[in-house]
Structures are given as C-alpha cells and as structure tokens.
T-cell receptor, first 112, second 113 residues
Framework: NAGVMQNPRHLVRRRGQEARLRCSPM?????VYWYRQLPEEGLKFMVY????????ESGMPKERFSAEFPKEGPSILRIQQVVRGDSAAYFCASSPVQETQYFGPGTRLLVL | AQTVTQSQPEMSVQEAETVTLSCTYDTSESDYYLFWYKQPPSRQMILVIRQEAYKQQNATENRFSVNFQKAAKSFSLKISDSQLGDAAMYFC??????????FGDGTTLTVKP
C-alpha cells in the first residue's frame, strides 16, 4: 500500500503565475487535509476535504487559494497569482474516516 | 479554537539517555486526539505516537511513551535509550473529532554521541 503521494516535490514559480499542487491519498482513504509550513514553524491547517466536498476551509486564505478533491483523481491545491509570501512547504495528509492522518512528503514551493 | 504550545524550542540528549519533550494544549472539546510527529531533515512528517483523549492509559510505542494529563492539558513525550536517528524536529498536535489538527511550533532534538 503506497503512502500519500504528492507532486511535484519541488515547484518554482515567478510572481503572478499559478501553482498547482497534487495529492494522491493512501488507498482506501477518503479524507484529505492540506497544511502549510513556513520555515522554522509548525504546520498550519488550511483545508479538509472529502470526495467532492470541502468540509472545513477555515485555514485557507480568502483569495487566490482553492482546493478540490474530485470523485476521480488526486486532490488539487491551487494558488493563483503567487506572491513571495506563498513560498513554503505544503503538506497533504490523508486518513480513513476521521482517524490518524498520514502525511505525504510535501511540495516545496519557491516563488521568485 | 485549539492551541498547542511547545515551550522548548531546542533540546539535547546524550545517546542512550532519556529525554522528555513538553507539550500543553488548550481545547474546548471533550473528545479529541493527540499526536507526536517527527520531522527529520528530509521534512517528511512521521507519526511517532497517538493518544485518544478518552483513554486514561498512556500510549507507548517501543522507546516512545507519553505522559497524558488530561486535566492539566499536558501531553509530554518521553524518548528512552535515545539514538542518533532520533535527532529531528518533533511536533505535538491536537486533532478534533471533526478532523481539524492544530500543531505546535516544534522542538528541535539533538542527540549527542
């Protein structure tokens, strides 16, 4: 059973471009969570999704950020018109029902 | 809202010795979960140990154990017989039944040979 997969592992964007981060949960997991980690800080909750539904997006910035978890395919975290402050590591986690979350390796986003 | 506080930004331990990492939290929930995660330089988040709040017995996982004091909202991690591979940043986390997790700012553990 493969773990949580995230791609790309590293992403470089220029200011104003769009960033798309993908997360494939572990097999059998229907719950996906996205977190952001700034350097030297802990993980900050962004959004919690189930298939085709956003359950809790209280940690998502109101503008430029969106997330989806379609019926088929990976979960996508989308950042439009990136700014330097978006540079961070973005982690995805998945869980079966509402149990222990297992983390992916993260995507390191660098905005130039 | 939940908060998690790790009051020790850095800790060090001699190889084979025991170290305890502190964590306190604040929550209005009566039922929740607590976790310790390890983040080595690779930055992969690795689950170390988990505790259900309704269980009075402290969780144990090989050399890792917790001291869960629900009334005091304290959840410390004890690492026995420390190994060089234990060196990492350790994060304490609180998760509600609704699935939302709150993390502390982490403790960097150094293991001295």
């Amino acid at each position: 059973n493969a773990g949580v997969m995230q791609n790309p592992r590293h992403l470089v964007r220029r200011r104003g471009q769009e960033a798309r981060l993908r997360c494939s949960p572990m097999k059998g997991h229907s719950h996906v969570y996205w977190y952001r980690q700034l350097p030297e800080e802990g993980l900050k909750f962004m959004v919690y999704l189930q298939k085709e539904n956003i359950i809790d997006e209280s940690g998502m910035p109101k503008e430029r950020f969106s997330a989806e978890f379609p019926k088929e395919g990976p979960s996508i975290l989308r950042i439009q018109q990136v700014v330097r402050g978006d540079s961070a590591a973005y982690f995805c986690a998945s869980s079966p029902v509402q149990e222990t979350q297992y983390f992916g390796p993260g995507t390191r986003l660098l905005v130039l | 809202a939940q908060t998690v506080t790790q009051s020790q930004p850095e800790m060090s331990v001699q190889e084979a010795e025991t170290v305890t990492l502190s964590c306190t939290y604040d929550t209005s929930e009566s039922d929740y979960y607590l976790f310790w995660y390890k983040q080595p330089p690779s930055r992969q988040m690795i689950l170390v140990i988990r505790q259900e709040a309704y269980k009075q017995q402290n969780a144990t996982e090989n050399r890792f154990s917790v001291n869960f004091q629900k009334a005091a909202k304290s959840f410390s991690l004890k690492i026995s017989d420390s190994q060089l591979g234990d060196a990492a940043m350790y994060f304490c986390a609180h998760r509600t039944n609704a699935g939302k997790s709150t993390f502390g700012d982490g403790t960097t553990l150094t293991v001295k040979p």
